[in-house]
Every structure is written in C-alpha cells, then in structure tokens.
C-alpha cells in the first residue's frame, strides 16, 4: 500500500516537471515556428575579456575587436544577443551544457576543439610567440629548452610549450594570460608563450616593463580564430552567412583597421 502510494506520487511530480519543461520549451521556441510575431530570443555569448586586443573590460563593458566584430556578425544576422564574461575555463563547461549559446574569445580552431563543439569560418590568423624580458637569452623557441614557461591554462599556448618540451613542471598554467605574463615580470616563469597580437600589444601598452616578443615560424605555425558553439548548433550556418557578407562589403575591414591600423589579409581567411 505505502509503496504504491509513492509510486504514483513520483509519478505525479514527474508529469507536472514534464508539463513544466513542455511549457518552457514551447516559449523558446515561437521564433522557429513560422509564425509572423516571432518573439526574439536573447542569444547569450561567453568570452574571456583578460586578453586585449581581442577582448578586455572597460568601464564594465566588454570592448574589443572580437566584440565589435561581433556586434557586425550579429546585426548583419538580424540576431539580438548578450556578450559576457565568464573567463576562459568556464566559457567551454557552459558551451558544453549550453548554458551560452556561443562564445568568442581569440579561439584557434583545432582538430581536438573540433570534437566537442562547433566553429565559424576562420575570422583572424594568428600565431604563437614568445614574451621574454628586454635583454633575454632567448632567441628562439628552443631556447626555452630547460626554462620554466608560463601560458593561459588549456590554450594553443599550452599545447605549443608541451609539443616542444613535453608535459611537466616546466610550464606553469594560469587562469589568464595577463596573470601569466604578471608571473614574468616577478621572475616566477623565463617566458611566456601566447597569441601574436595579445603578446604585442601587452608590449605597446607597457613600455615601461620592457618586454620583447620573439617570432618563430618554424616553430609556431598559423591558427585561425573562430566563434564556438555546442555541437550542432543551428546558430552556426546564421553566423557564418553573416560572417561572410561582413567580410565582402568592407565591415569586416573596417573593424580589422580600428583594432590593428592595417588592412586585414582577408585571402587568408578563404581557404
Ligand atoms: N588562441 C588561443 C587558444 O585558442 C588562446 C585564446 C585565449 N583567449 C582568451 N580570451 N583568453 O587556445
């Protein structure tokens, strides 16, 4: 008797969950249904705003060249959205449970990344460098050979340090790439590797710390920055329609000029 009774009130508390869950869904989804008064959805963007040029805070607002450039993909796709910062780590759990619908952080499209969520097209080449301090021993990439390297936690950075010296204490993880350079500068790592345009403009806006950014092509190949999201999107084909049309009528450019002074490459980006 007793066990029946809670059966049937498990069984109750089901249902009225699967009701509620119904209901929610069928509000979320007016816009797919066809019908003419579409209720706009907010899309929510994750980014990691600790790495300037591409993305920092300012006056409480997230400003930079991805967050400018998505505000174009966004209006040239008609979609309302919310760009906030959550940090890098918890940008790819909330992509994951899809608590954000998207996210745009500097991120290099990889093979691995490619497993477990979505990209645009490329939208930005970059490449890995190497921070040292003015004056440095360091010439090239192989010079870090028995020095301790600092680079943002799970990064391009990361992957490059541990392909050339192997997993171990020698790289030192932090949770952004600032800290990792503010590590530098108080002697607790050699060298930092990080993104090309992140590692030079660190450089111009601190010329009091007197950093220098060392190049090495044949040790650092190109990566190409795209938006994320959960896999199978549907949000994906939208954006990189918009992505497309930006890039051939001169917004894109325009946005590329106000961040980097120069006309961007965009052959680059068609391959
Ligand atoms: N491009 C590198 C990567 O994808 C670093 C990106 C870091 N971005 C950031 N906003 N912290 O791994």
Redesign the pocket.
Known sequence: MLRLKKGFIVAVVAALFMALAACGKSTETTSSSGSEKETKQKITVG?????AP??YMEKGKVVGFDADLLDAVMKEAGLDYELKNIG?DPLFASLQSKEIDMGI????ITDKRKQSYDFSAPYFE?TQVILVKEGSPVKNALDLKGKTIGV?N????QEAAEKLFGKGEHIKKFE??VVAIMEMLNGGVDAVI??NAVANEYVKNNPDKKLQVIEDPDNFTS?Y?GIIFPKDSDLKAKVDEALKNIIENGKYTEVYKKWFGIEPNIENLKQ
């Open positions: 980014t990691d705003a600790a790495f591409f993305e890098w952080s500097g991120i290099t970059a943002q799970a990064t391009t950075g952004t790439s990080t993104d990566e920055y």
